[in-house]
């Protein structure tokens, strides 16, 4: 997944790559943003199913 933050010129959402010490942006299209924040909720959640499920393990052995 590509990183992504405002852009300090326009402030819109931007890909960031970093090349030889220098920082280039790219805009992100609405769709493009829709779909990032799919991918970060889809991850989020496998996050918390672990994280639930290691709960329910720690109770189970105490």
Do not use: F
């Amino acid at each position: 997944m590509s990183n992504v933050a405002s852009c300090p010129t326009c402030g819109s959402k931007s890909k960031i790559k970093e090349t030889n010490g220098k920082t280039t942006y790219q805009a992100i299209q609405d769709d493009e943003l829709v779909k990032k924040i799919g991918q970060l909720k889809k991850a989020m959640q496998k996050y918390k199913e672990k994280a639930e499920a290691l709960a329910r393990q720690l109770e189970a052995n105490t």
